[in-house]
């Protein structure tokens, strides 16, 4: 007998066919007499329909509201998962984020798990019963209802495991697990096997969306065991994430992971000397702007180029800030550019194989495609290009480095 933490994702759960057949996989591990925790999302296109309702009266609502309101997708599939199971002889009951509770910090539409009380979840599996859990929601300690950020029950589900100590955590999804790149968009794209934290945090990070990124920090550092896995077919072993050296073979190049959400910011002429990036980039961060990656061109006639990357809904601020500051920093111009995105190659055998940045450049070289800025890490160097160069990017990238599935 195991305990173990199964999340939903919105397409999994995005009718009542769906449901029902959540209820028949969740049945089949309960009969085998494992102790399970469920945690689902909204029906699928329920969050952006809620989000955009929030939008109708005001570009920037209240994030308390919002919040309130981009909730409730989730309370409605944990109550009609309950009753699927019921119905079906499998006694379940269910928990908005705030009746476990799940504790957060205060920050509306992205918060971060604090705590979780495990009582109530517990007793009702001590009562023999499964437990299902709204996935992306939690409580701050005055009471308000908190969401976790977009793609969040995978979060809600890895901290659940953490805090119940579960033996797995199964993410189940639209995909039968992690690819070498989004199946979307390369059909040549193969499962992995398996994937190091580390790969999978980079992957995430770049982009690709499969988890969210806290889901994946929160797994490495509770070393919560997780799969990724498909909910529509029966039989397949998904992608197990895993510490490095538990990883068996290792290719050089894991995967690719690419980001359309990126907008490049360029102040023209700045006057080279010391503190010049302290007060471009110190405006944007008090405006609350991530900044992604950073150049600055080397100087010439005592004025330099500094460019960096911001995500397409914050580009409008950004431009705004920086106009505001323009004159005093002495730049000639401010320039937004909304057509850009970001390619990544991800893999940890990257630390013991040079020539993979020349591999990578000569690749999108050999395809006209031109490089507008560079950032690397041990595990991964990323590109920022044009937006209409993503496809073919990615996938002369992807067969480059040899990911393509061999042909049958
Ligand atoms: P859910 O609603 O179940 O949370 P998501 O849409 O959030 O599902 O995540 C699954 C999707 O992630 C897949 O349909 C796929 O298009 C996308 N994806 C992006 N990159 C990858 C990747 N490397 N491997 C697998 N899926 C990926
Ligand atoms: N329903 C939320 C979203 O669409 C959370 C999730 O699906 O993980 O972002
Ligand atoms: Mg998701």
């Not at 309950?82 to 269910?94: C, D, K, M, R």
Request: glycine content about 10%; some cysteine.
């Amino acid at each position: 007998m195991a305990l173990i933490v199964q999340k939903y994702g919105g397409t999994s759960v995005g009718s009542v066919e769906r449901i029902k057949s959540v209820a028949e996989r969740v049945a089949r591990f309960y009969r085998e007499g494992h102790q399970l925790v469920v945690v689902v999302s909204a029906m699928s296109g329920e969050t952006n329909r809620l989000v955009a309702l929030t939008q109708a009266f005001s570009e920037s609502p209240n994030p308390r509201e919002v919040d309130q309101v981009i909730s409730t997708g989730e309370q409605v599939t944990i109550g009609l998962l309950a009753i699927a199971l019921e119905v079906i002889g499998v006694p379940a009951v269910s928990f908005t984020g705030w009746q476990v509770p799940i504790r957060t910090d205060r920050v509306y539409t992205k918060a971060r798990i604090e705590s979780i009380a495990r009582e109530r979840l517990e007793a009702v599996l001590q009562g023999g019963k499964v437990a299902i859990v709204a996935g992306f929601q939690g409580i701050d300690a005055d009471g308000n209802v908190t969401t976790l950020g977009r793609g969040g029950s995978d979060t809600t589900a890895v901290a659940l495991a953490a805090a119940l100590g579960a033996d797995e955590c199964q993410i189940y999804t639209d995909v039968d697990g992690v690819y070498t790149t989004d199946p979307r968009v390369v059909p040549e794209a193969r499962r992995l096997e398996r994937i190091t934290f580390e790969e999978m945090l980079e992957m995430a990070s770049m982009g690709s969306k499969v988890l969210q990124i806290r889901s994946v920090e929160f797994a490495g550092k509770y070393r919560v065991r997780l799969r990724v896995l498909s909910s529509f077919d029966e039989e397949g072993k998904g992608t197990l994430i895993t510490v490095e050296e538990e990883a068996m073979e290792q290719p050089v190049i894991s995967g690719i992971a690419f980001n359309r959400d990126e907008a490049k910011v360029t102040l023209v002429g700045v006057p080279d000397r010391p503190g010049i990036a302290y007060r471009i980039l110190g405006p944007v961060a008090e405006g609350n702007v991530d900044v992604d990656m950073i150049v600055q061109n080397v100087g010439h006639d005592g004025t330099t180029d500094f460019s960096f990357t911001v995500s397409k809904g914050d580009l409008k601020k950004t431009l705004t800030i920086l106009e505001g500051v323009k004159e005093e920093l002495g730049a000639r111009a401010v320039l937004g550019d909304k057509g850009v995105c970001k390619v990544s190659v991800v893999g940890v055998g990257m630390r013991s194989h040079p020539g993979v940045a020349a591999k990578m450049f000569r690749t999108l070289a050999d395809e006209g495609i031109n490089i507008q800025m560079i950032s690397t890490s041990e595990i991964k160097i990323s590109v920022v290009i044009e937006e209409k160069y993503l496809e073919l990017a990615v996938r002369a990238l992807h067969r480059a480095f040899g990911l393509d599935a061999p042909e049958v």
